[in-house]
């Protein structure tokens, strides 16, 4: 039951790393863009 119980915790907190990095990486995308010229964000 130990096991079942870690693997559950490990896959939250994967869970909430993952939507948080999603989340920040939305954030500083779209803010950059609308800061900055999308030239510096996204050089070519």
Do not use: E, R, Y
Not at 9 to 15: D, I, N, S
Not at 22 to 43: D, T
């Amino acid at each position: 039951m130990a096991d079942d119980s870690s693997v559950s915790l490990w896959w939250v907190l994967l869970f909430v790393l993952l939507t948080l990095a999603v989340a920040a990486g939305a954030i500083l995308f779209i803010g950059g863009n609308l800061v900055v010229p999308p030239g510096f964000v996204l050089p070519v």
